[in-house]
Nanobody
């Protein structure tokens, strides 16, 4: 079993920044990809960003490209999402996800374990 715990969400004004963190524990593989997804009520969970096992390759949703940055620290078993120039449409619950194999994926169904989510609210 793998456990993921997100933190760092909150209420901010449009244009502000937030940094989300996610710690990973439990029976992970030696190389695993990580991703961030988000969900608003009544909509499907959508892809935000993903990073491969060594942090050297990543991918972003078009809606956040250039504003969000995903990084990871394998020594700390952690992944981060730096969110800059936040917009009201970024308001959602943000979830961290673990994928057993090392290459990243934008597909929700490729991820094996999920965190409980952290709320991000951006006021206009």
């Amino acid at each position: 079993q793998v456990r993921l715990v997100e933190s760092g969400g909150g209420l901010v004004q449009a244009g502000a920044s937030l940094k989300l963190s996610c710690t990973v524990s439990g029976r992970t593989s030696t190389r695993y990809a990580l991703g961030w997804f988000r969900q608003v009520p009544g909509k499907e969970r959508e892809f935000v960003a993903t990073v491969n096992w060594n942090g050297r390759e990543s991918s972003y949703a078009d809606s956040v490209q250039g504003r969000f940055t995903i990084t990871r620290d394998n020594a700390k078993n952690a992944v981060y999402l730096q969110m800059n120039n936040l917009k009201p449409e970024d308001t959602a619950v943000y979830y961290c996800a673990h994928k057993y194999t090392g290459f990243y994926s934008v597909r929700r169904d490729q991820y094996n374990f999920w965190g409980q989510g952290t709320q991000v609210t951006v006021a206009s």
